[in-house]
């Protein structure tokens, strides 16, 4: 079984590497699973429910957020009635939508997708370990899910490789997102489940964190704002991470870097053939 | 001219790696010029002067540090009489040792190092940008220096790409440690830099940042402290980048990922034939 | 009904202002409640079971924690064994010990004491807002409880107010510690419940936070520890606030600064008469 | 010589308490000199020049700020024109206005007044004590100046406390500001220096640091935010100390607290007569 997995979509430049690369690659490669973190696509701060539909007709199956999930106050609606849209699962008790869900594959398979946020150098949420651990008790890999995958939205690389190691052999992909560039450490652990710090962005690399650089920089200098952040300009990376996924056991057989277009060295994955 | 930097040297598994590879790598890729950040080469916490000997022995022409400069009170004593040996620049004016210092590479190039230490998430000091500043303006590149390699030791990705684009044209190399973690955003900007979010870490990756993993768990599991942190004891990657220096200009022709054994993908720079 | 609560005991001195007064105050003011946090009794950091018989011995009936709590390690132990030793309730599941529990006062009042920690600038833990509410909502104000206390231990001003808002009209009082300084913000809320942001400390105020001084100085002034951490050795103040509770409602019919002997304002409640 | 220091002005609530209690103030207890801080005065955020000129009408003589100083932009161009108008010392070279001046006061002395910002749990800065060291060097008391004032704008106690002691003997007064909750703390250090951990803000205490308690509270609770922050429209609290200064000295002979109206304890210095 083959999952797909791509990084923050930034701005127009990562909707327009999603929409122009995703539904060929879905297509050639047979992909039967594809998760997107959404979380900066529209304009870099969250997202509409159009950006969200147009993601989905690309191909995503699921996506994901992280602490931007509600920067477009429409989220507040939409989030309830868009089981593919889904939120960090520690937000409070109350928060609109869904953080965890159970999806079918196009290959027919259960995924259950857990999209959940750090504590360290993050805003504070809930237990991130301990709302995994629910998850996965409530629809374990072998049992209810044919593949479990987490998107573990953080910062601090410690937190990330801490969850990998606290599910390993218990769900087949623990990947990081929100620092917006791709790591590459990725393996997979003694237990079987594939890892990547982070996913890295879909969006333009020319830029801080896909937002055109001349603003950050400048705060960096001055300590004070001159602008608002609007998102750079240039063409777009479609960046993650591809899983080669053993039907039997849900653990991961294989994992590979993908990194198609823009400025960043282009990788597709060897076993995509 | 070819440089080699290697980053965060991790524990016994981190020295062991970079004792039994560099001396090969330097000498059949005539490397020019090696920096290694060895901020945790000492059971994970500082660098002691042995240490850093064996280091430099190894081939070294550089170690570089960072938060941990000085977590071995030896090295408040040895920084002053080692001039292969860097702190961050920004630390507090009086602090023991120097933060960027001229080296002789073995082509005769004259290479400027600058360790400096980002802000976002780390500890409170003086301002790196202004430091970097500083530092570049009394040995500009194509004057006083022909090469000059910026180690930026820091967590936060938006605080190193906005350090890279300030310096972009103006530097050969401005390269990310402390996150333990290689990124795979190398590339050249458009100003001819070459640029890395983080070199990753010479250790164990089978680890939390290559230190025994079941503390760290632990910790994020209870908030409570168990046991002390120690280095994991697993075999070590090699962890770096590789750029080619365009000896004219100082500025980058190329630059790729170097990982070499442990758990990370395998990679040699193309371009070191 | 009498209540009075004292702030964080830092070291010696603080121990000994509370052996040396605390015995009278009960007796002379016929105190009915009194609640203290040792969070850094023993030396600076956490408190070991002899000094907890030593406070309560003194005439405390509960004695609260935060971040320290568990400093000394023979409190994981204890804790589960001493129902008046409070640890932050809002701690993972699993911590050895309680956060809340219910006491009667020498007037016979049931007394709800809930020790809570904050978590703007401190470690990540669970949501304390949730976690009051849990815990007021199981034994609430006029029903299982004739008063109820609130130790929020936190550094933020903001997340304390908010809290106490939270709570205005269901608790007899929200009193912060953790930061080491009282703070003159006393008040009655427009619900009826008291209010103070901090309670101070009972240490030396000749310090910085009760230890001495010399090292914390020398630590903001290099960035590099030179020693440990430890008590002031001066006189301590006794330091906190009394409250006057309407038996009939839970709510606080008064409250004023105590602070007692050593550097500070000398101030007794004029309600004690 | 008689000194007063005011805590953050927040809002209408803020302008309007200094506005009518100020004048009667100085002119009744003949003060020689007042420092207010101003950085929350334009509607919760920053300050405009109309506000700083009533401000200065009202009878202060200098008004210092803080992370706050641009908030207003208009902030950017009149901070240069400004004499009176601080911001802190150590904000970037570059920054506009100035962080530290000399006044003569009413009585004819000269007094130095710095405002700094803290580090810890703040914005990052450069060296605010290295920056003090420069400002009181440059013009030391006894010398040029007859009167030193220090406005610590900062988070944490632990970093006011510090700075207190670095300048204990040297400087008239350290006062934080920053948290807007006063601080109970006041004394003379062993050096002659008077202290205070915060002077607290001049606002609606009925608040959340003198903001509509109504959002602060929601966003604890759900972490979304749901509308701007708005000052709270409630009667204001002067708040704030008093210093008694010695003019041979131009070191503290008392110090005490001021709190006028609104929701605080009502405080005047046992020294005004
Ligand atoms: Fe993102
Ligand atoms: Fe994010
Ligand atoms: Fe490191
Ligand atoms: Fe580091
Ligand atoms: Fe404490
Ligand atoms: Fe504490
Ligand atoms: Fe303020
Ligand atoms: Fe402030």
């Not at 939120?87 to 857990?114: E, I, K, M, Q």
């Not at 237990?191 to 982070?198: E, F, K, L, N």
């Not at 704002?225 to 056991?249: H, Q």
Request: glycine share 10%; charged share 20%.
């Amino acid at each position: 079984m083959r999952l797909l997995f791509l990084g923050d979509i930034v701005g127009r430049p990562g909707r327009a590497v999603v929409a122009d690369r995703l539904p060929a690659l879905v297509e050639r490669h047979r992909l039967d699973f594809v998760v997107i973190n959404g979380e900066n696509a529209a304009g870099g701060f969250g997202i509409t429910e159009e950006i969200l539909q147009d993601v989905l007709d690309a191909g995503a199956d699921v996506v994901t957020t992280g602490n931007h999930a509600f920067d477009q106050r429409e989220a507040l609606v939409f989030a309830e009635r868009q089981p593919r849209f889904l939120r960090p699962v520690n937000f409070p008790s109350g928060t609109p939508g869904r953080g965890a869900n159970l999806f079918v594959a196009r290959n027919g398979a259960r995924v259950l997708v857990v999209n959940v946020m750090g504590r360290v150098f993050m805003d504070a949420l809930d237990d991130p370990f301990a709302a995994l651990e629910r998850e996965i008790s409530a629809c374990p890999l072998g049992e209810q899910a044919d593949a479990i995958v987490v998107d573990f939205h953080a910062e601090a690389t410690s937190e990330k490789q801490a969850a990998a190691h606290y599910l390993d052999g218990r769900v087949t992909l623990v990947v990081g997102t929100h620092t917006h560039v791709p790591t590459a450490d990725h393996r997979i652990l003694p237990g079987g489940t594939a890892y990547q710090s982070d996913a890295g962005m879909c969006g333009d690399y020319d830029s801080v964190l896909g937002m055109d650089k001349e603003e950050p920089v400048r705060r960096f200098l001055t300590k004070i704002p001159s602008a608002r952040f609007s998102p750079a300009s240039g063409s777009g990376t479609l960046c993650g991470l591809a899983v080669e996924i053993d039907e039997s056991s849900g653990l991961a057989l294989a994992v590979a870097p993908v990194s198609i277009g823009g400025a960043l060295e282009q990788r597709l994955p060897p076993f995509w053939g």
